[in-house]
Structure formats: C-alpha cells, structure tokens
C-alpha cells in the first residue's frame, strides 16, 4: 500500500478521540511531569506556521516522557479576555463572546490537525464564569491579606486590624504605602470611610491614584501601544495622561523573593537577567532635605550613591510630588500648573528617557543641604517619576547624565566629585575613581567613601541604608469591557467591601456598546441596573486586566472541573508545579513575574506546596517569513507607476532614496526567498488582480519596459528579505496548507529540522520536500514498490542492530537536551543505513517505529499497528539501547591518494600503522595507481583515513 497520509491521520484523529488516548488521571504508581505551553490568544487570524513551534516540541517531549513511564499532563485553553477582541468588537460590531468562541473552535481544529496530545478534557478558557469564578475569589484572598515584612509572608489583613486595634501602626513592619504613625486610641477614633483608607495602605490588592492614556477626541482610554509620541495612533489625537482611581497588586511586596526563588530554576540566564533587571535591586540610602524656611518639612530621597553627596546641588521633585504645592512660591504657582499640564501628553516611558531635551521649572524654593547646611534650589523635572523612589532626587549634575544635562540646559551649578584620571575608561556614573571636592571623603575610592557616608548618615540621624527596588505596583485596573468584574463593591461611604465568596462568579453583563465613557470610566459604567442592584451597592466598573487569568491557569488544568475550589488539595499536592514551560521570550516579565507573584501569595497562604511555579522553561524561537517586495521608482515614468526588476537596481546601483518597496504575496513569486525570485507574467497578473491601482503601471526587466497588456518573458526580480511572518507582509503561511499537502508528520518534522528549538529560523516550504522523503523511505522498510509488506522475524544483521541502537541512544540524548534537530538527523541516517542493508526486521523495525513515535505520531501508530499490535504506540514503552551494540570492533578506513578517494578497508580496532599501511597497499584498486611511481609519503590518521602521497 501506498503512504496516504490523509487516510493515516483521518483514521487514526478518529481513533485516539474516541479512545480518549490522552486523557490523564492521577496516578500515584508513576512519578508525574507536568508539560506546560503558554496557552494562545485566539485571534480571528489562526495559527500561522511559527506558532506551533513550541507546541510541537513540547508534544515530541510529552510523548517521549509518557512512553519512559511517567503520568504526564500535558493541558492547553485560550487566554480569551482582552483588548484585541474588544477593538475587534468596535471595529466590526461582533460581540467579543461570538468571535472569541469562534475564534477557539477554528484554533482547536488546527491544533488537532497538527496531532497535539493535549488531555481536552482539561481545557479551560479565561472568559468561562466556571473559571474567572476563581480568578475572582484568588483576587479576594490578595485584598483580604497584607504582607508583614519581618516573617516574610503574607498575612490576613484581620490580623493587622487587631494590631492596630491593640497598639496602633507603631511596631508594625509591612509593605506598604507611607502615612503617620498612628496609636490604637487614634486607630478607633477614626472614621469607617477613614479606616478603610489606611488599610488600603497595606493591603496586597489596593487601590490608589493611577494615570491612564486619555485621548479626549476620542473618549477613550488607550493601551500604550496605542500611543505613538503623545499622539493617539488612531487619527493622530492628542493624548494626555490622566489621574484616575485605580487598582494595583502590591508586587513589589515580594521583590525579594522574586530575585532569590530565581536561583533555583533552570531557566537561562538571560532570562534571569531580563526579570533581575526589572526587579532591579539597589542599595542605599534614606537621606532628608530640610526645607529651607519650612523646618517641619523635609524632602526624602533615596539614592544609591551617597558618596557624591556634597555634589548635589538642587533638588528635583516629581511634578506631580505631593509636597510641590506647599514647595511652589506664589510667585511660580501659575506656571508650576502650565508646565504639569503640558507634561500630561508624555507618558512615564517618554519623560524616563527624556534627555535630549530637558524640561524642567524652578519652584522658587530652597532645601538645606543635609551636611554643608547650603541652600539650594528645588526644581520640578520632567524626567523625576512620582512612582520611581520617592518621587525625588538630589541631584548630582557631576556624576549622573541626566543631571548634568539639566543643569548645563538650566545653568545650574555643578561640581565635580570623583577624579577618574588613573582610570581613563570610567565613564560618568560608574563606581570608580577617587573622591574630591567632599570633605571627609577626599582621597577615598568610591566603593570607600559609599561605605563611609552610610556610617556617617546614620550616626548622625541624616539618613538610613536601605534596600530599593526598580520594580513598580502593578497596575490591575481596565477601563475596558472584555475582562474579569472585579468581586466588590462600595457602599454610600465610598467604602470598599469584597463580595460573599459563595455568590461568585461576578458575571459579566452582556453589552452592545463597548465604547469607553466619555469620562474614562468602563463601558460597565452605563449599565446602571448592573452597577447598583441594591440600594447602597456600587460595583466596580473597571475590569481586570489579561493577564489576570493567565496569572494562574496552570494550577486550574490540575482539577478543571472542581466547583468547590480553584483545584484540590489532593491534585495540587500530585502534580505540585510545572516541570517544563514553553513559550515565547516576549512574556519574560510580565506574565512569568505576575504568575510567580500570585504564586507565592498562594503559597503563603497554604493553597499550593511550592513557591515556585514553573521549574524549567524554554523559550522558543520565532519562525520568520520571507518577505518579498516590488521595487518601485518614487517618481513616476510618463505619469505611469515605473516597477523595476531588483537585479537592475544592484546593477546600475540605482540610488534607494530614489525607490520605495512595495510588499507583495508570496503566493504570486516564483521561487520565494531565493536569490532568483521573481514575478512572471502569472505572477504580475495576480499582483494587478489584488492590487488593481497598478494596471497601467510599467515594468521593466532585462528585456525592457514592459506594460501588463504586453507582457512576453518577463521575470521582475523582486527583493528577498527575512522578516516577521505577518499579515502586514503578505507572507503567513497557514499549517493546514502545508499538512494538506505533506501531511502532519512531515510538518512536525520539518518544523523541528529547521534548527535549535530556542532559535529564530526563516521559513522556507522548499525545504520541506526532503523531510517528506525521508518519511516516504522509512515507508519503504515495510513496503516494496508492488505495495507488499516485507516485514520479516529473520534475525537482524550485527550491522543493523549497531545502527538502531545508536539511534535509540542518539534520541533519547538529544530529546532530553530538546535538540530535535540533531535528532532527526540522527533518524534519516539510520533510516539510510537500513535501506543500504535492505534490512526489514521485525527485531529492528519494531524499536525504530517507537524511537520516532513522538515525532511522527501518526505514521509512526500506522506502522504500529502493521507490525501487528493492538494497542497505541504511544502506550508502548521507549526502547532501551544495548551497549554492546555500540563497542566498535572494526573500523572502515578511506584509502586515499595524493587526497582523493581510491578506495576503502575495514580493519580490527587496534590495527598497527604498519598493518593498516599493509592491508591500503594490498588493495587492488590502489595497486593500479601506485604501480611504477615511488610513495613519498604515508599519512595514517588514527581510525579515520589514510592518505599516500606519490
């Protein structure tokens, strides 16, 4: 019989659905491993042939693991809430529920096209109520809990309610935002309204003062990356930053824990870098400017360089810093509030960055140098963020660029602190040189004189080490429709209240109009029934952000269908955490940081027994396209569009200012991503058809300048570049084009053949055919070419069993390492040999069918079940390798002259040079290129070759 791969996938999808191969349970017998992919946001565009990438690699270990005897779960669902549906919504007018759950349906055909073991009875999507049901009660249990700072864990905020109660917040040690210390007697004689305010200043879920992206031409609150240089990137309105009541997650609470849990996970160090960096850890130092003529005022700084003190000299506030008002003179309060309106249209990143243009104002006001005494000016700056530090900085003009920018725009002074002659590569702002112009630290290195001045600061109560982080709050508030409902509510009061746990899910109400208020608030907003249902009842109408629910999904795929709680105590203590994440570099923080946050809040709550989520992660590579691109004459040629083929524009080395480039689809070029493609007159035709505004236009090729009315030979060379696959640039390749053609197996294999898992490789669908041959030649081990099966119980050649069992070897080495690529390499060399032996064994077909079972699960079943087995494939057990078979007794030497192979002799391992020269002579197809000409030279390499030299 012939491979017809469509009958072997058709037949054996049917199969395994009904059989329900896949499906795990709990199984104390095994020892578990859990598979974990990023699960996918289902975008209307499906999957193109670089997302199943990591898919398919975490399906060949899956199925590896499981035939090695381990109880694997292997889960995947869709991260189904957020702003593309949403925008998609307001764009065409389909409810984001529709067209997400079209979205899934067309996702889980693909995917089942491509032969994934994934256990669907586990699949979970985000916007199921049965599933945000628990992404709103782990919400709950953040905001009902604070972190208390000396045992390192967080704690139920009632416990904090009786300490206050007790004693007051004097003692207390927690994460949290600054106030007044209070006593318990102070602490009762406040407000409800007034205690509910302070608590928010410890919970781990809080709410505080936020900026959102507002574009007021459109009534909208916009993304980030909806804001291009202050400007909305639909119709180029302006955006301003605006104050708004929001929720955030108290992350930085378990920064400390987020940089130590990093050193135990095998992840790369890149990775690690990336999330350290964000954390960004700092020591130093608490330091007070006494206000000049204020004295019960002081500006707190903290800085990490407290040796370049006595070069600071002016302070800058935040512009929105709560002590600018009673800091601006009312001589400067008029243009103090002109410049905070105009820094509204920068967003955070913007004025962080902003160096090439410093902005910045005078407040009229003095602070006294904590040690010199001398008074020196407060400036508000574009470039100081309220949420960085304390909102303040002193400034050191002498030793930091940012700052010597701003006083040399300002003419501010500077004084240089550090003397970096005897170190000529330092460069401003590095922790060498030696200290000048500093008093008591004169003549100190830096690492020294840092050292010093915190032991001065603190013995003369001017400041107090302590340790900082880079990392902010994170932000957790939406003013979109298509997210979580937040589970509270508020009274008349204005008072936060969590919602009766046993009423949740909050659903989300249906709604039509997904357009933001014209006040910023949630589309929720308009549904009055929704958002006051009871006398005295508010609901929130913010919704939370998408990464809420990706934040724990992992845990919910261990008992998916529970309805008393997120998952039971009995499957998480089985399945405990991830042992293998796959994914893309792009969630390197805020996915990865969020989940381990929520992680460890959960594991301090006593919900899950590991504080770290995800033990090893792979990051894989991107699968780029071609992109392919028309040269066009920006000036046109008699008033008509002038194409020009790309080989004519390398060799008159036509200037590129002169030339734009004109994507075009791959399916109109001829020969794609070669040196040689090109559009034909088929091709030109196409192009015309989809883009009609060129039917008059001109093309001009080796044989001239051509119209599309009369085109004869022509080949317009177009421009080859690798790029993003996307539809912007006409280059998606969908998989179900490429599996209809080769089939599901080929494109699993050729998909991993194209190199390290964890790189990014183009694509290219002519590289594809060798792979397909391969399949077709193991094919031929068990068929001859009258379709017969030839598979025989003869006992093996020692030859053959060599070659499969460094097969068997070679995979199970290269799989654990994930280099499939090798891996397959390895298959279409012992594939090559068995044929070169006409070798078709039961005895060798039999481990060679399950050694590629997790690559080629499909044909690798059908196979199975020829050699006459009952059961799947992926059932059977991996086979072990024989280390007999890999002791080399003989070793086959080329016999080589003057270079050039003329022949070959195996001989024992062992085998003298003068035996192994004696046996090259004795050849007789070397006898006849030596006879009657002197050997100058033998060349024994050991067990490789040898070469003589005549």
Same mark, same amino acid.
């Given at each position: 019989m012939k491979l017809d791969f469509e009958h072997i996938e058709s037949k054996w999808k049917k199969i395994w659905a009904e059989t329900h191969l896949y499906k795990v349970n709990e199984d104390t017998t095994k020892p578990k491993y859990y598979v974990l992919d990023m699960f996918p946001y289902p975008s209307g565009a499906g999957l193109h042939v670089g997302h199943p990438l990591g898919y398919v690699g975490s399906d060949i270990y899956t199925r590896y693991k499981r035939m090695k005897g381990f109880n694997v779960l292997h889960p995947m669902g869709y991260d189904a809430f957020g702003l593309p549906a949403e925008q998609y919504a307001l764009d065409t007018g389909v409810h984001p529920a529709k067209s997400t759950s079209d979205n899934i349906i067309r996702y889980r055909s693909q995917l089942d096209n491509i032969g994934l073991s994934f256990d669907w009875s586990r699949q979970v999507r985000t916007d199921d109520p049965e599933y945000y049901r628990w992404t709103q009660w782990i919400f709950l249990q953040i905001f009902q809990h604070?972190?208390?700072?000396?045992?390192?864990?967080? /704690? +139920?905020?009632?416990?904090?309610?009786?300490?206050?109660?007790?004693?007051?917040?004097?003692? @207390?040690? =927690?994460?949290?935002?600054?106030?007044?210390?209070?006593?318990?007697?102070?602490?009762?004689?406040?407000?409800?309204?007034?205690?509910?305010? *302070?608590?928010?200043?410890?919970?781990? $879920? /809080?709410?505080? &003062?936020?900026?959102?992206?507002?574009?007021?031409?459109?009534?909208?609150?916009?993304?980030?990356?909806?804001?291009?240089?202050?400007?909305?990137?639909?119709?180029?309105?302006?955006?301003?930053?605006?104050?708004?009541?929001?929720?955030?997650?108290?992350?930085?609470? /378990?920064?400390?824990?987020?940089?130590?849990? *990093?050193?135990?996970?095998?992840?790369?160090?890149?990775?690690?870098?990336?999330?350290?960096?964000? &954390?960004?850890?700092?020591?130093?130092?608490?330091? %007070?400017?006494?206000?000049?003529?204020?004295?019960?005022?002081?500006?707190?700084?903290?800085?990490?360089?407290?040796?370049?003190?006595?070069?600071?000299? #002016?302070?800058?506030?935040?512009?929105? %810093?709560?002590?600018?008002?009673?800091?601006?003179?009312?001589?400067?309060?008029?243009?103090?509030?002109?410049?905070?309106?105009?820094i509204k249209s920068k967003s955070a990143e913007q004025r962080s960055t902003s160096q090439k243009t410093p902005d910045g104002m005078w407040l009229g006001?003095?602070?006294?140098?904590?040690?010199?005494?001398?008074?020196?000016?407060?400036?508000? $700056?574009?470039?100081?963020?309220?949420?960085?530090?304390?909102?303040?900085?002193?400034?050191?003009p002498g030793d930091d660029a940012r700052d010597r920018a701003f006083a040399v725009h300002y003419q501010l002074p500077v004084l240089e602190v550090i003397d970096r002659l005897q170190v000529p590569d330092a460069e401003m702002g590095d922790r060498e040189g030696i200290m000048i112009n500093s008093s008591f630290l004169d003549g100190l290195n830096v690492q020294a004189a840092i050292s010093s001045m915190l032991d001065y600061l603190e013995k003369n109560n001017l400041g107090v080490r302590n340790v900082e982080y880079k990392l902010r709050d994170a932000n957790f508030s939406r003013q979109r429709y298509w997210g979580e409902p937040f589970p509270v509510y508020y009274d008349d009061a204005g008072i936060v209240h969590a919602m009766d746990e046993n009423t949740l899910p909050l659903e989300l109400p249906d709604l039509d109009d997904f357009k933001p208020s014209p006040d910023g608030r949630s589309p929720l907003a308009r549904l009055t029934e929704w958002t006051q249902p009871y006398p005295g009842v508010t609901r929130e109408t913010d919704t939370m952000p998408g990464y809420a629910g990706s934040s724990w999904y992992f845990l919910r795929y261990m008992d998916p269908t529970n309805d008393k709680t997120f998952a039971s105590k009995e499957s998480i203590d089985y399945w405990k955490d991830v042992d293998l994440y796959i994914g893309g570099v792009e969630h390197a923080v805020g996915h990865l940081m969020y989940s381990r946050f929520w992680h460890k809040v959960l594991y301090d709550l006593g919900r899950v027994p590991t504080q770290e989520p995800f033990k090893k992660l792979v990051n894989q590579g991107m699968i780029q396209g071609i992109v392919e691109s028309l040269f066009l004459f920006k000036e046109k040629k008699d008033g008509k569009a002038h194409f020009i083929s790309a080989d004519l524009v390398t060799e008159r080395k036509i200037p590129k200012e002169q030339l734009s480039t004109i994507p075009v689809h791959i399916d109109f070029v001829t020969d794609y991503g070669h040196p040689d493609s090109h559009l034909n007159e088929m091709g030109i035709a196409s192009f015309i058809k989809w883009r009609p505004e060129y039917s008059t236009a001109l093309f001009e090729t080796k044989n001239g300048i051509q119209q599309f009315s009369d085109l004869k030979d022509v080949e317009?060379?177009?421009?080859?570049?690798?790029?993003?696959?996307?539809?912007?640039?006409?280059?998606? @390749?969908?998989?179900?084009?490429?599996? =209809?053609?080769?089939?599901?197996?080929?494109?699993? *294999?050729?998909?991993?053949?194209?190199?390290?898992?964890?790189?990014?490789?183009?694509?290219?669908?002519?590289?594809?055919?060798?792979?397909?041959?391969?399949?077709?030649?193991?094919?031929?081990? #068990?068929?001859?070419?009258?379709?017969?099966?030839?598979?025989?119980?003869?006992?093996?050649?020692?030859? =053959?069993?060599?070659?499969?069992?460094?097969?068997? !070897? !070679?995979?199970?080495?290269?799989?654990?390492?994930?280099?499939?690529?090798?891996?397959?390499?390895?298959?279409?060399?012992?594939?090559?040999?068995?044929?070169?032996?006409?070798?078709?064994?039961?005895?060798?077909?039999?481990?060679?069918?399950?050694?590629?079972?997790? #690559?080629?699960? #499909?044909?690798?079943?059908?196979?199975?079940?020829?050699?006459?087995? %009952?059961?799947?494939?992926?059932?059977?057990?991996?086979?072990? /390798?024989?280390?007999?078979?890999?002791?080399?007794?003989?070793?086959?030497?080329?016999?080589?002259?003057?270079?050039?192979?003329?022949?070959?002799?195996?001989? +024992?391992?062992?085998?003298?040079?003068?035996?192994?020269?004696?046996?090259?002579?004795?050849?007789?197809?070397?006898?006849?290129?030596?006879?009657?000409?002197?050997?100058?030279?033998?060349?024994?390499?050991?067990?490789?070759?040898?070469?003589?030299?005549?």
């Amino acid at each position: 019989m012939k491979l017809d791969f469509e009958h072997i996938e058709s037949k054996w999808k049917k199969i395994w659905a009904e059989t329900h191969l896949y499906k795990v349970n709990e199984d104390t017998t095994k020892p578990k491993y859990y598979v974990l992919d990023m699960f996918p946001y289902p975008s209307g565009a499906g999957l193109h042939v670089g997302h199943p990438l990591g898919y398919v690699g975490s399906d060949i270990y899956t199925r590896y693991k499981r035939m090695k005897g381990f109880n694997v779960l292997h889960p995947m669902g869709y991260d189904a809430f957020g702003l593309p549906a949403e925008q998609y919504a307001l764009d065409t007018g389909v409810h984001p529920a529709k067209s997400t759950s079209d979205n899934i349906i067309r996702y889980r055909s693909q995917l089942d096209n491509i032969g994934l073991s994934f256990d669907w009875s586990r699949q979970v999507r985000t916007d199921d109520p049965e599933y945000y049901r628990w992404t709103q009660w782990i919400f709950l249990q953040i905001f009902q809990h604070y972190y208390d700072k000396t045992d390192d864990k967080a /704690y +139920p905020i009632s416990r904090l309610i009786d300490i206050f109660n007790n004693k007051g917040s004097i003692g @207390v040690n =927690a994460a949290g935002s600054s106030h007044a210390p209070f006593t318990g007697d102070q602490w009762a004689a406040m407000t409800p309204a007034e205690q509910s305010q *302070m608590l928010m200043n410890y919970r781990l $879920a /809080y709410r505080k &003062i936020g900026y959102v992206n507002w574009c007021e031409a459109l009534g909208t609150v916009l993304a980030n990356d909806e804001v291009k240089d202050g400007l909305s990137e639909r119709g180029g309105f302006p955006v301003v930053q605006k104050e708004m009541l929001q929720w955030s997650l108290r992350i930085t609470a /378990y920064a400390e824990r987020l940089l130590e849990g *990093m050193e135990s996970l095998q992840w790369s160090e890149s990775m690690k870098t990336v999330q350290r960096n964000w &954390i960004g850890r700092s020591e130093g130092a608490f330091i %007070h400017f006494q206000v000049a003529d204020q004295p019960e005022v002081s500006i707190k700084v903290f800085t990490t360089r407290p040796d370049t003190i006595f070069g600071s000299t #002016f302070i800058v506030l935040a512009p929105d %810093h709560e002590l600018v008002p009673a800091l601006t003179s009312v001589d400067f309060s008029k243009a103090a509030e002109t410049f905070k309106e105009r820094i509204k249209s920068k967003s955070a990143e913007q004025r962080s960055t902003s160096q090439k243009t410093p902005d910045g104002m005078w407040l009229g006001s003095y602070a006294l140098h904590p040690i010199t005494g001398d008074e020196i000016q407060i400036w508000i $700056a574009d470039y100081v963020l309220r949420d960085y530090g304390t909102g303040a900085i002193m400034a050191v003009p002498g030793d930091d660029a940012r700052d010597r920018a701003f006083a040399v725009h300002y003419q501010l002074p500077v004084l240089e602190v550090i003397d970096r002659l005897q170190v000529p590569d330092a460069e401003m702002g590095d922790r060498e040189g030696i200290m000048i112009n500093s008093s008591f630290l004169d003549g100190l290195n830096v690492q020294a004189a840092i050292s010093s001045m915190l032991d001065y600061l603190e013995k003369n109560n001017l400041g107090v080490r302590n340790v900082e982080y880079k990392l902010r709050d994170a932000n957790f508030s939406r003013q979109r429709y298509w997210g979580e409902p937040f589970p509270v509510y508020y009274d008349d009061a204005g008072i936060v209240h969590a919602m009766d746990e046993n009423t949740l899910p909050l659903e989300l109400p249906d709604l039509d109009d997904f357009k933001p208020s014209p006040d910023g608030r949630s589309p929720l907003a308009r549904l009055t029934e929704w958002t006051q249902p009871y006398p005295g009842v508010t609901r929130e109408t913010d919704t939370m952000p998408g990464y809420a629910g990706s934040s724990w999904y992992f845990l919910r795929y261990m008992d998916p269908t529970n309805d008393k709680t997120f998952a039971s105590k009995e499957s998480i203590d089985y399945w405990k955490d991830v042992d293998l994440y796959i994914g893309g570099v792009e969630h390197a923080v805020g996915h990865l940081m969020y989940s381990r946050f929520w992680h460890k809040v959960l594991y301090d709550l006593g919900r899950v027994p590991t504080q770290e989520p995800f033990k090893k992660l792979v990051n894989q590579g991107m699968i780029q396209g071609i992109v392919e691109s028309l040269f066009l004459f920006k000036e046109k040629k008699d008033g008509k569009a002038h194409f020009i083929s790309a080989d004519l524009v390398t060799e008159r080395k036509i200037p590129k200012e002169q030339l734009s480039t004109i994507p075009v689809h791959i399916d109109f070029v001829t020969d794609y991503g070669h040196p040689d493609s090109h559009l034909n007159e088929m091709g030109i035709a196409s192009f015309i058809k989809w883009r009609p505004e060129y039917s008059t236009a001109l093309f001009e090729t080796k044989n001239g300048i051509q119209q599309f009315s009369d085109l004869k030979d022509v080949e317009l060379r177009t421009l080859s570049e690798i790029g993003k696959m996307s539809k912007r640039y006409h280059n998606v @390749v969908n998989p179900d084009d490429v599996i =209809a053609r080769y089939g599901a197996d080929c494109f699993r *294999m050729y998909e991993m053949f194209l190199g390290p898992i964890e790189q990014s490789k183009p694509w290219d669908t002519m590289g594809i055919e060798g792979v397909s041959k391969f399949l077709k030649k193991l094919w031929s081990l #068990f068929f001859n070419d009258q379709d017969e099966l030839i598979v025989n119980r003869n006992s093996a050649s020692d030859d =053959a069993q060599k070659a499969i069992h460094a097969t068997i !070897k !070679k995979i199970n080495e290269d799989v654990e390492r994930f280099s499939f690529n090798t891996a397959i390499s390895q298959f279409m060399i012992c594939v090559n040999e068995l044929r070169k032996l006409d070798e078709h064994s039961v005895e060798i077909l039999d481990p060679l069918v399950r050694t590629i079972a997790p #690559f080629a699960p #499909f044909l690798s079943e059908e196979l199975w079940s020829l050699l006459g087995h %009952h059961s799947s494939v992926h059932l059977a057990p991996f086979p072990d /390798y024989d280390e007999k078979w890999l002791v080399t007794t003989s070793i086959i030497y080329p016999v080589c002259i003057n270079g050039k192979k003329r022949g070959e002799i195996n001989l +024992p391992v062992g085998s003298t040079n003068a035996e192994i020269e004696k046996a090259a002579m004795d050849l007789p197809e070397i006898l006849k290129w030596v006879e009657g000409k002197p050997i100058r030279k033998v060349v024994i390499v050991p067990d490789k070759m040898i070469n003589m030299v005549i």
